[in-house]
C-alpha cells in the first residue's frame, strides 16, 4: 500500500512509522480491528480504547512512567493525527460515528412486548452496557494504586485532552529526574533513574516528547497552547533562561547534554515545533543568541 507524508517536515529516505499513512487505514484504525489472524471475528476499536488507557492509567510511583503505559505511548506515536481521526485524538463527537450509532440503535429497536407475553422482562429495569473488558481491567488498576493516587479521578470520554495528560506525564518526570536546575549529565540523575526503572531516560521519555510534538504539528490550537505554556509572552527574561527550575529551563538544559542523546534531539525538536519551524523565532524565543 503507498504512504505519504502527514507533515510538511516528513522527508524522503526511510519511512518512519506514524510520519507516513495511507487514508485507506483510518477505517482500520478507527472503526475494526481483526482478532484472530485469518478472519474478523470481532469489531473493536483501536484508536479510542488506547486513549481510554492512556488517559486512566493510575500514576505509578516513584517512577512516573512504566509499563503498561509506556506501550501505549509506543502505540499512539505509529497513528499519525489526520483530519479524518482528530475527532478521535481530541475527543470530539465524530459525524461519522454518530451516524453509524444512529442507524444502529434504529435496525436493534424492537416492539415492546406486553407483560402477558414476558411478565419476567417486563419488570426488569433498563440498566446500563455491561462493563467492558478494558474496563475491569482499569478498575482493577485503579483499585490497586489508589492509595499512590493523589489526583483526581480520570477524565471521562467527553473530556480527553491528550496533550495535557502528555505534558503532566512530561513535567512529572521532568521534576522527579531533573529537580531544581541540575545538570542533566549529573551522575545522580542516571543513578536515580537506574535505581527506579529499568530503562533509562531515553528510553522512557523520548516516546512521549515525541508524541506531543506530533500532535503539536498536525494541530495549531495545541501548538499555541504549549507555547503559551513553555514561552508564554510575558515570561521573565531577566536572568538566563537555561538556570530556570521549570519546564522551559530543564529542556534547554537538555540541549548540549551528553547522556542523554535521544531525549536531547527529541526535546530540541518540540521546542522547534512551538517556534512554528522558524530557526530564528526559535532561538529569540529561546534565549538562544
Known amino acids: 500500500m503507498e504512504t505519504e507524508p502527514q507533515n510538511s517536515y516528513t522527508t524522503g529516505g526511510d ?5 507516513f499513512w495511507n487514508s485507506k487505514l483510518d477505517p482500520y484504525v478507527f472503526f475494526l480491528l481483526s482478532s ?4 474478523i471475528n470481532r469489531q473493536v476499536r483501536l484508536l479510542p480504547p488506547l486513549l481510554r488507557v492512556f488517559h486512566n492509567l493510575p500514576p505509578s510511583s516513584p517512577c512516573p512512567i512504566l509499563a503498561p503505559l509506556t506501550h501505549v505511548i509506543h502505540s499512539l506515536i505509529t497513528i499519525p493525527v489526520t483530519p479524518a481521526l482528530k475527532p478521535v485524538w481530541f475527543g470530539q463527537p465524530s459525524p461519522i460515528s454518530s451516524r453509524n450509532s444512529t442507524t444502529n440503535s434504529s435496525k436493534n429497536r424492537t416492539p415492546q412486548r406486553s407483560r402477558s407475553d414476558s411478565p419476567t422482562r417486563s419488570t426488569q429495569s433498563p440498566t446500563s452496557p455491561k462493563p467492558s473488558t478494558l474496563d475491569r481491567a482499569l478498575s482493577r488498576l485503579s483499585a490497586g494504586r489508589r492509595s499512590l493516587s493523589r489526583t483526581p479521578p480520570p477524565p471521562t470520554s467527553s473530556s480527553i485532552d491528550v496533550l495535557q495528560r502528555s505534558l503532566d506525564l ?4 521532568f521534576s ?3 529537580p531544581g536546575d541540575i545538570d542533566p549529565d549529573d551522575p545522580d540523575v542516571r543513578q536515580r533513574c537506574k535505581a527506579e526503572s529499568a530503562e533509562n531516560l531515553d528510553d522512557m521519555l523520548s516516546p512521549l516528547v515525541v508524541l506531543i510534538s506530533r500532535i503539536c504539528i498536525a494541530d495549531e490550537g495545541c501548538r499555541a497552547r504549549l507555547r503559551q505554556i513553555i514561552v508564554p509572552e510575558d515570561l521573565d527574561r531577566s536572568t538566563l533562561l537555561e538556570t530556570r ?3 522551559l529551563g530543564r529542556c534547554l538544559r537538555l540541549l548540549p547534554c551528553v547522556y542523554h542523546p535521544r531525549l536531547k534531539d527529541t526535546v530540541g525538536e518540540m521546542l522547534f515545533v512551538v517556534a512554528d519551524s522558524d530557526g530564528m523565532l526559535f532561538c529569540f524565543r529561546c534565549g538562544l543568541y
Open 15 to 19: 519511512k518512519v512509522v506514524g510520519d
Open 176 to 178: 522527579r529526574y531533573f
Open 36 to 39: 484472530g489472524v485469518t478472519s
Open 245 to 247: 527550575a521549570d519546564l
Open 170 to 173: 512530561l513535567e512529572s518526570c
